[in-house]
Structures are given as C-alpha cells and as structure tokens.
C-alpha cells in the first residue's frame, strides 16, 4: 500500500507502505520537535493536579480506595476521573520524575496524529497525511502536550479522534458494534476532558457535509452523544463552580460583552493556527467593559465569512463552511459564556483550541499540493515547536519567557515570588509578589503569599496586614484564613488563632486542614484531649495527612501510649518523608522504648533534612556518647556534635552541656567532662531545676571516678 503524503495529486512527498511505516514517521518527527521536553520539569499547577496531591499519591486500596475516590467522590477540582487515574497509574511508575510524564503525553498527541489521518482518509479528504504531520508538529499545540497538567487534553482527544473513527465506521459499515465502540469511546473521552462535548453537533455536521441533508433519523442516531455531553457538562459545571472557582469571580460583564468577545476570540485563534507566532503561556487579558459597536466588528466579520460561504455554495463554499462551522463548534466551550478558571488570567489559551485547530489543519493539508512546500512547512513548524517547548523547562524559565512576551502578567510576577519563595529567597519573593499588586492590587492570591513571605522572615505584624487585605478581597478564602490563624498561633495570640481556624470550618466543615491546625492551637492551649479530638477528625477527612498524624502521635506520647505514637509518627514520615519533626519525635519515641539504634536512625534523618539543628545534634551526640551498644558510640563524632550544639546557645544551655560533658569523657577528657559539668549545675542551680542538680552531680562523680557515662 502507497500513502499518499500529499493527497488529490498523486504525488508523495515521503512514499510510504504500511500504517506501521506512517505511524513511524510521525513518531520520529514528532519525538524530534518535542526533544526539549524530554529535560523539562513541572510547572505551575502541576504540583496541585500531581506532585502534592495525597489523592493521585495514595496507594490506599481499604474501601473506596484511591481510585475509588476519584470516580465516585468530589475530591478533586474537575471530574475528569480517566485523567485523574492515568496520572494515578503513572505516579507508581514515574513517581516525582517528569520524564516519564513528558514522554507519555508526547506519544499521546502522537496516537492522536495517527489517529487523525485515518478520519481525515475515511472523509476522502485529500492531503490526510500531510494534516496529520501539521497537527503534529504545530507549536499552538506545545501547551497541550509540553504541560503535564494538560494530558487531559491529549488524552481526550485521543478518544474523541477514536469515537469518530468508530462512528465512521458504522456509517459506512452499519456495523452496530461500531456505533457501541463510539459511545464508549466517547464516554472515554468527556471523562478525560469536556472539551469534546460539542462531537455530537460534529457528527451531524459530517453527516450534513457528506450527505446534503439532515433527518430525524439523523438526530435520532445522534441522540444518546447528546445526552451523554449533557450530563457530563453538568457535572463539569458543578466540579468548576464548586471546586475549581469556588468563590472567586471571574467575570463580571455581561452578555453583549462577551459576545463581543468571542467573535474576537474565534479570529484570534484562526491568526495563530495560521502564523503561530509569539505564542504566550498567558496573553493580556482582553478588556471586557460595555462593548460599543465597534467591538461587534470581528462577530460580524465572521458572520460574513459564513455568508460567503453559502453564497459560494457549490464551488469552494461548502467545503470552507464546514470547516469554520467545525472550528467555531469545538471553540464554543472556551469563547467566554461560561465562566473558565483560567480566565482570571487570560481570556484566550493555546490549549483551549488543541480540538479546533484540526479544521484549518485539515484545509492547509489540502490546499498544499507541492511536496516543496508540504516540507517546508513541516520543517518550519518542527522548529518553532522545538523553540516554543523551551519555555516549559521549568517554571522559572515559563514565567520569564511569559513576561517577555506580555510584560504585565500579573500571574507571572506572583508564581516567580512563590517559586522564590519555595527556594527560601524571601526578599526575591517580596519583590516579585509586590511586582504583581502594583499591577492588579486586587491579586488576593499575590497578597496571601506576600503575607507568608513577611511571616517566614518574622515580619508577623506586616503579615498579618498582607492577609487582612486578602480576606478584603475575599473574605471566603479558607487559605488565607488559615495563614492568618497561623501567625496569630505564632505570636501567642491563640484566641483569634482560635476564631480563624473555627471560621474556616464554618465555610469548609471538611477541611482537615483547619481541624488539625486548631488540634495545634489545643496543644499551645494545654487543651490536649480537645487537641486530640481535632487530630482524628483531620485524619477522619484526610487519612493520610502527615501533620495530623504527627500531632496526635505528639498526644499520644505524652499520655504514655508509646506504640501509639509511633505507629502515628510512622504514618507521617511514610506519607511524607521528608517530614523533619516527624522524625525527630520518632527518634525520641524509640529513644523512650530503649531502641537506641532505632533512635539514632531517626535523628539522623531528621538532621540530614533540618540541618544545623541543635537539638537534634545534641540527640545524636548524647547516645554517641553515652549508648550502651559499643557498636553505636563515636566519641569523636559526638564532642563534635555537642560542641556544635552547645556554641549555638552560648555555653547556656545545662542540657547541652550535660551531652557535652559525656562526650568529653567518652573520649578520656574527664577534666575537661567535670568541668564543663559544674559548669551546667551552676545554670541549673540558676534556674532551681533541682532534679537536675542532683542528677549532674552524681555524673560528676562518675567523671571524677574517671568513668564514662554509658
């Protein structure tokens, strides 16, 4: 078999024998104009979609389990639940490495040329392959494929471009198992994003442009897409005004505006599918006032485009027609009639046109009849989408680049201060969070992380202001609140800590969050069975939260239940390992259990994490010194670990000099361990901890003695 490149003329630009050879040749192109993100990271949101999502992490299989929970629950911010559970699966193989992330959304938009080539053949339209590799090499479709969080857009359309081939192949076949496999295929394809909602009005646009009519039996056939479309809109809806928007606003114009809007937002579209140039992650968000008459232009323009087409019905109208009414269709659900999340920031995206671009893609590929020109197009397009892919190295790189191309992206400013932030450069942070408010001063999100920004430098009173302001905004934001309770907790204002957290739960009952930071404020309090009470409950929403867990481990330890507490604080450092004070308290917990190697293990895990952290250091030096396993003492190790410890405080501190005075004789300085010693009971007799007194000087005896303290 010969595929034809180039279509009507019979001429190939690359002569090709087999599917396989095809599917190959696409791969290869495609692989090379996506090299760049083989090295790239995750941004923006992805850690909220993937990397810091306990939902998508979990490995809890009691009940519902983790993927039952995505199907069946309002866990997550869209019910996409395919989506969610492709990400769940390969979090197991790939964990936190976005290679393989990168890689599988690549060979989806792949799979997705692929795919479009055999619908395109089965609509006879010439120039199939050649739209094919345009759709695989064109740079407006780097959004969808270089960002991870976007595999909800390859991935439904690789069922979206299934359910049309099924569909096809019913038409032509009457095979009902076709028309079976299209249902489902479609089913696969709103669960893993609505943008393909609109292919029943493309079905019958197929069947229109094919057939020159349209009758009941035609709607009828249509019917069950319809009503699939309709329930999982609905649902799309609820997630997005119940969990993605919430209580933000994020347009407050009117309808006459946003039908100015739109008619603007198909032309735009159309001028990037044709010269995709200048490509931005976020564009400058359109002004949306009361429309005037000249802002109706581009809606009329494109009335008139239509109108041509009819008019030029039976030479080059019908196929153009049917091409821009397609276009316009599958943009329908991102031209501004129903509120988006991402319009807060831009009204158009790149990713929102991966399902229309297919119509001018198609045209191009039919209209180019020259194998001269199909390669120079393909070439160029490889290399702007090599280009285009840079920017999605990592987020500071994306934020630069966006910048660059649209200066005043407030967002851009926001999300470079809270990368700032992550890397610990505070005032970095500050500048960039106070870059974007002189742009949008009504920027709550910009002003909470300006507020934690000012806490994490001690700043608390100029953060407490900062979230004050947010709540202004937004008096609804549970985050803020919680920041704002934080800062309260910090300086010993546990009262109005108390108000915030209870607050947020009058907003959120569920917020496990809240429970466990008013379980912390029940701790401060001394209120510890009420503080315990508040840690079951987070654990209750939250099962795998490590914070709560560490917090009633905490509890636990203190009323004596010692296996309780560590079998909490291991819920938390298997969670989280990374968690420092998790380990510490199960350092302590194993060091109160009398398994010292245990103990050391922990501490030394917790230092590893929280460097140059005295207490910590003291921990390991005291059971370096004074463990009754010889295999465990390192006595050179521990004098080195208190002295650190014991610099820190300024030789004040009678507990460290306690650990430093075993560590001296551990290592044959018993002057040195009695003096020092004397030294900690002069402070403890100072501050009237006579238990100690007594107990520092039975070990000056044993120094005395010449003895070590194990």
């Given at each position: 078999?010969?595929?034809?490149?180039n279509?009507?003329?019979?001429?190939a630009l690359?002569?090709?024998r087999?599917?396989?050879?095809f599917g190959?040749?696409?791969?290869?192109?495609?692989?090379?104009?996506?090299?760049?993100v083989?090295?790239a990271?995750?941004?923006w949101n992805?850690d909220?979609?993937?990397?810091?999502n306990p939902?998508?992490?979990s490995?809890?299989?009691?009940?519902?389990?983790?993927l039952?929970?995505i199907?069946f629950?309002?866990?997550?911010?869209?019910?996409?639940?395919?989506?969610?559970s492709?990400?769940?699966?390969?979090?197991?193989?790939?964990?936190?490495?976005?290679?393989?992330y990168?890689l599988v959304?690549?060979?989806?938009?792949?799979?997705s040329?692929?795919?479009?080539?055999?619908?395109?053949?089965?609509?006879?339209?010439?120039g199939?392959?050649?739209?094919?590799?345009?759709?695989?090499?064109?740079?407006?479709?780097?959004?969808?494929?270089?960002?991870?969080?976007?595999?909800?857009n390859t991935l439904s359309?690789?069922?979206?471009?299934?359910?049309l081939?099924f569909?096809?192949?019913?038409?032509?076949?009457?095979?009902?198992?076709?028309?079976?496999?299209?249902?489902?295929?479609?089913a696969?394809?709103?669960?893993s994003?609505t943008?393909?909602?609109p292919l029943p009005?493309?079905?019958?646009?197929i069947h229109?442009?094919?057939?020159?009519k349209?009758g009941?039996?035609?709607?009828?056939?249509v019917?069950p897409?319809?009503?699939?479309?309709a329930?999982?809109c609905s649902?799309?809806?609820?997630?997005?005004?119940?969990?993605?928007?919430?209580?933000d606003i994020?347009?407050?114009d009117?309808?006459?505006?946003?039908l100015?809007?739109?008619g603007?937002?198909v032309?735009?579209?159309l001028y990037?599918?044709v010269l995709?140039?200048?490509?931005?992650?976020?564009?400058?968000r359109?002004?949306?006032g009361s429309?005037?008459?000249?802002?109706f232009i581009?809606?009329f323009?494109?009335?008139?485009a239509?109108?041509?087409?009819?008019?030029?019905?039976?030479?080059w109208g019908?196929?153009?027609?049917?091409?821009l009414?397609?276009?316009?269709?599958?943009l329908?659900?991102i031209?501004?009639?129903?509120n988006?999340y991402?319009?807060?920031?831009?009204l158009v995206?790149?990713?929102?046109?991966?399902f229309?671009?297919?119509a001018?893609?198609a045209?191009a590929?039919?209209?180019i009849r020259?194998?001269?020109?199909?390669?120079?197009?393909?070439?160029?397009?490889?290399?702007?989408?090599?280009?285009?892919?840079?920017?999605?190295?990592n987020s500071e790189?994306?934020?630069?680049?966006?910048?660059?191309?649209?200066?005043?992206c407030?967002?851009a400013?926001?999300d470079?201060g809270?990368?700032?932030?992550?890397r610990?450069?505070?005032?970095?942070?500050?500048a960039q969070?106070?870059?974007s408010l002189?742009?949008?001063?009504?920027?709550?999100?910009?002003?909470?992380?300006?507020g934690?920004?000012?806490s994490r430098?001690?700043?608390t009173?100029e953060?407490?202001?900062?979230y004050?302001?947010?709540l202004?905004?937004?008096?609804?934001?549970v985050?803020?609140?919680?920041?704002?309770?934080?800062s309260f907790l910090?300086?010993?204002?546990?009262?109005e800590?108390?108000?915030q957290?209870q607050?947020?739960?009058?907003?959120e009952?569920?917020?496990?969050?809240?429970h466990n930071?008013?379980?912390?404020?029940?701790?401060?309090?001394?209120?510890m069975d009420?503080a315990?009470?508040q840690?079951?409950k987070?654990?209750e929403?939250?099962?795998?939260?490590?914070?709560?867990?560490?917090g009633?481990?905490?509890?636990?330890?203190?009323?004596?239940?010692?296996?309780?507490a560590?079998?909490?604080y291991?819920?938390?450092?298997?969670?989280?390992?990374?968690y420092?004070?998790?380990?510490?308290?199960?350092?302590i917990?194993?060091?109160?259990?009398g398994?010292?190697?245990?103990?050391l293990s922990q501490?030394?895990?917790?230092l590893?994490?929280k460097?140059?952290?005295?207490?910590?250091?003291?921990n390991?030096?005291?059971?370096?010194?004074t463990?009754?396993?010889?295999?465990?003492?390192?006595?050179r190790r521990?004098?080195?670990?208190?002295?650190?410890?014991n610099?820190?405080?300024?030789?004040q501190?009678?507990f460290f000099l306690?650990?430093?005075?075993?560590?001296y004789?551990?290592?044959?300085q018993?002057?040195e361990?009695a003096r020092?010693?004397?030294q900690a009971?002069?402070?403890?007799?100072?501050a009237?901890?006579?238990d100690?007194v007594?107990h520092?000087?039975?070990?000056?005896?044993?120094y005395e003695?010449r003895l070590?303290?194990?």
């Open positions: 078999m010969k595929i034809d490149l279509g009507a003329d019979g001429k690359v002569p090709l087999t599917v396989w050879l190959l040749f696409i791969l290869v192109l495609t692989m090379i104009a996506y090299q760049p083989w090295h990271g995750f941004i992805d909220e979609f993937l990397t810091d939902l998508i992490k490995l809890d299989f009691r009940g519902a389990g983790a039952g929970r199907w629950a309002t866990s997550l911010q869209d019910y996409y639940p395919m989506n969610a492709l990400l769940w699966l390969e979090w197991q193989f790939w964990g936190n490495n976005p290679l393989g990168h959304n690549v060979l989806l938009h792949v799979c040329a692929i795919l479009l080539w055999r619908v395109l053949q089965k609509l006879k339209i010439p199939a392959a050649l739209a094919a590799a345009i759709f695989a090499l064109h740079p407006v479709n780097v959004e969808s494929v270089a960002w991870i969080s976007e595999d909800k359309m690789l069922f979206y471009l299934g359910t081939l569909w096809l192949n019913w038409t032509d076949t009457g095979e009902r198992r076709f028309y079976g496999m299209a249902l489902g295929g479609f696969l394809a709103l669960f994003k943008a393909a909602a009005v493309v079905l019958l646009l229109w442009w094919r057939h020159g349209l009941w039996k035609d709607f009828r056939q019917l897409f319809f009503l699939m479309a329930v999982m649902v799309t809806v609820w997630f997005h005004d119940h969990r993605a928007i919430g209580h994020i347009r407050t009117g309808f006459g505006s946003r100015a809007v739109a603007g937002a032309w735009f579209y990037k599918a995709p140039l200048n490509l931005a992650f976020v564009y400058p359109w002004r949306i429309p005037v008459f000249l802002d581009p809606l323009l494109l009335a008139a239509f109108g041509a087409c009819w008019r030029f019905w039976r030479g019908k196929d153009l027609f049917f091409g009414a397609y276009f316009v269709v599958m329908l659900p031209l501004g009639f129903l988006v991402f319009m807060r920031y831009s995206a790149d990713h929102w046109e991966y229309a671009m297919i001018p893609i045209l590929g039919a209209s020259r194998p001269v020109w199909a390669a120079l197009l393909l070439l160029t397009l490889g290399a702007l989408t090599w280009e285009q892919c840079k920017m999605y190295a790189t994306l934020w630069q680049t966006t910048l660059r191309r649209n200066p005043q407030w967002l400013w926001a470079l809270a990368d700032s932030a992550r610990g450069q505070m005032d970095e942070a500050i969070f106070q870059k002189a742009i949008k001063s009504d920027n709550m999100e910009a002003r909470r992380n300006l934690l920004a000012l430098q001690g700043r009173d953060a407490v202001s900062e004050e302001k947010a202004a905004i937004d008096p609804q934001d985050q803020t609140r919680l920041n704002l309770g934080n910090q300086t010993g204002r546990m009262n800590a108390m108000a957290y607050k947020v739960l009058e907003i009952p569920d917020n496990a969050e809240a930071n008013l379980g912390n404020n029940f701790v401060h309090m001394g209120r009420e315990m009470l840690y079951q987070a654990l929403i939250s099962p795998d939260f490590p914070e709560a867990h560490n009633l481990g905490a509890c636990l330890y203190r009323q004596g239940k010692i296996d309780d560590i079998a909490h291991e819920s938390a450092v298997r969670t989280k390992p990374a420092a004070d998790a380990h510490q308290n199960l350092g917990a194993f060091f109160r259990q398994r010292q190697d245990d103990a501490y030394q895990t917790a590893d994490i460097t140059n952290d005295p207490a910590l250091e003291n390991i030096a005291w059971i370096l010194a463990s009754s396993q010889a295999s465990l003492r390192d006595g521990a004098l080195n670990l208190a002295q650190k410890a610099e820190s405080t300024g030789s501190n009678p306690h650990t430093l005075a075993a560590a004789a551990e290592t044959g018993f002057d361990a020092t010693v004397r009971i002069a402070l403890a007799q100072a009237g901890q006579q100690a007594a520092l000087n039975e070990e000056l005896k044993r003695g070590p303290l194990h």
